[in-house]
Structure formats: C-alpha cells, structure tokens
C-alpha cells in the first residue's frame, strides 16, 4: 500500500483528506491483501465519515492488488481518478455512503467513464 489512511483509535477517520494529482505506477505486491495504491480506512470504521476528496490522480499498472482504490469508510468523493493497463480497479464494499463518484477508467486503448452520484452501500458487521 502507498496510502492509508485511518484515524485515532479504532473507529475514527482522519477528516477531509484531500489526495490530489498524484501518479502512481508500477506497483506490485506479493502479499495476500493490503497491496492497494491508495486505502481510506479499514472495516471497523466503514460506518465513520472521512469526507475525504480522492481525484486527478493516475494509476498505471496498479497490479499489487485488485483494488486501486480501497474505500472502507463512509461520505467521501472520488472523482476524475484514471486507471490505466491495470488490473485493479475502484472498490467501494465497506462504505455506506459515496457523497459522488465519477471515475474514469482506461484500460490499453479502451476508455470508459463511469458516472454515479450519491452512492449507498449497506454492510452488515
């Protein structure tokens, strides 16, 4: 992992977080998990808000894990992020609450743009 964010003691999150313009490329992981480029919180505080701003970042083979970026903590936004030639992408399975998301994903030459506005995951934990 290049990035993780969490907070003090074992529920809280770090408040408005801004991860911006950054590049991030070739990274691999032998591990098991934890090998995401960027992780905004952990299980135990997927129900505290972060209010984090993740964007204009660009990934390249981001091949350390399955998730690019790994959100697991809730009313955070990901926007203009661009994935390319990897075999990660974006998870949100732990969060539940996405204040926006608009994603761009290029995989080679392919390039799709996923748009999705006020996005609700429910966990039970």
Not at 63 to 71: H, L, Q, T
Not at 92 to 99: R, S, V, Y
Request: glycine letters at 8%.
């Amino acid at each position: 992992m290049y990035l993780g964010i969490e907070g003090a003691g074992t529920t809280e999150m770090a408040q408005r977080v801004h991860v911006y313009r950054n590049y991030f490329s070739d990274q691999s992981f032998s591990g098991a998990n934890a090998g995401e480029p960027i992780r905004l919180g952990v299980s135990p505080r997927a129900l505290s808000s972060a209010h984090a701003v993740v964007e204009f970042n660009l990934f390249e083979r981001a091949n350390g894990d399955p998730e690019a970026i790994s959100v697991k903590s809730s009313d955070n936004t990901i926007r203009y992020n661009t994935i390319r030639n990897s075999l990660a992408e974006l998870c949100c399975a732990m969060a539940t609450e996405i204040g926006s998301m608009v994603i761009t994903f290029s995989m080679g030459q392919t390039v799709s743009v996923f748009t999705a506005m006020t996005m609700r995951w429910w966990t039970t934990m």
